[in-house]
């Protein structure tokens, strides 16, 4: 065999080698992804969405209060089994 054919062989052997990118790679890059998303979400944008932001929690944490609050909860109340 010449040496091209041998070098041929080799290159093509490393390439069915390899099985390509594996679900933890995968991963890893998409939550590199995500944090600089994150970050420039909130370098950019979160002047325009912090009044929607706060708007949403405060709802959020009303809910939550009135449901702790309530008399018909039925989770204080027993559960809904047999009485």
Known sequence: ????MIRRNTT?????????QTPT???M???IMAAV???AFIVFFWDK???????WSGNAAAAVDSSNNSKFN??????????
Do not use: F, S
Request: no cysteine; aromatic share 2%.
């Open 49 to 55: 969405v912090k009044p929607a932001a706060e708007n």
């Open 25 to 27: 790679e995968y991963l």
């Open 29 to 31: 890059i998409v939550g």
């Open 37 to 39: 998303v994150l970050i």
């Open 74 to 83: 039925t989770v204080q109340e027993g559960g809904g089994g047999k009485k």
């Open 1 to 4: 065999m010449d040496k091209q």
């Open 12 to 20: 093509v052997g490393r390439i069915r080698g390899e099985a390509g």
